[in-house]
């Protein structure tokens, strides 16, 4: 009987000191509902890189440029010793991770300079070698899986493509079989960085004359440019780059 009694004494004691039941005042404001930040990309991928203001010297020390011959010129006439300009004469892009790379000891491949590369700005040229070809997919897996490797554990770097620009002549293939598939190419060029959310450079805007083609004085085989050709090379991709913090935006709610 005791015992029963201190038990029937702790249940008293027990939900005499339980808490109030908390009314909510009708005339209380609101806290705020809060949202985590994200991201919005505005650049519009399927268009090609605008005109901006020229990058600082400085800027080179962060950008790679890596391509067939072409891109040859900017390491033999370029102005900006700070940049790495890698290329392979000849290049076929199946066979970029088994030819060296120009000038190198090392007999490293392009492939090897892509996979171990910090920069944080790459520009690719490549397509030139295949341009006979009129069945780009083999062409576009390829380019695919070099873009994707570049971006996997670095995601904020910029990539750029560059399209091929008109040449005057190519051995073995007249026009009109010269443009379509020229414009075949950076078909396929194009739309895997659109799909990669990437940029792309499109010269002939800049480095073509009234009939289309590259300008004459500009190239010495009506293909690969000369001194004043890779300066005017050089100088329309350093008008041309893309700024991330004009297009893409922090929004907090």
Known sequence: MKKLMILCMGAVLLLGCSA???KEDPDATPEPVTYACRYIDKYDYSQPAGFSDMVSDDWYDTALFAGDSRMGSIALYGTHDNAQVEYVTSLNLMRIGNMPVDG????KTLM???EETEKDNIYLLFG???IRNPNFDAFGEKLQEIVDMLMKDHPTRSIYLILSYHPDKIDGLPEPALTEHLNNLNTTISEIAKKSHIYFVNPDD????EAGTVIDDYV????HFNVPGARAFEEYLGYHVVRREKYVQEICE
Not at 104 to 107: N, S, V
Not at 220 to 223: A, E, H, M, S, Y
């Open 20 to 22: 109030p039941e908390k």
């Open 104 to 107: 190198r000891d090392d007999g």
């Open 112 to 114: 090897d300079i892509l």
């Open 128 to 130: 030139i070698n295949e």
């Open 206 to 209: 800049g480095l073509d004359d």
């Open 220 to 223: 010495w085989d009506g293909l």
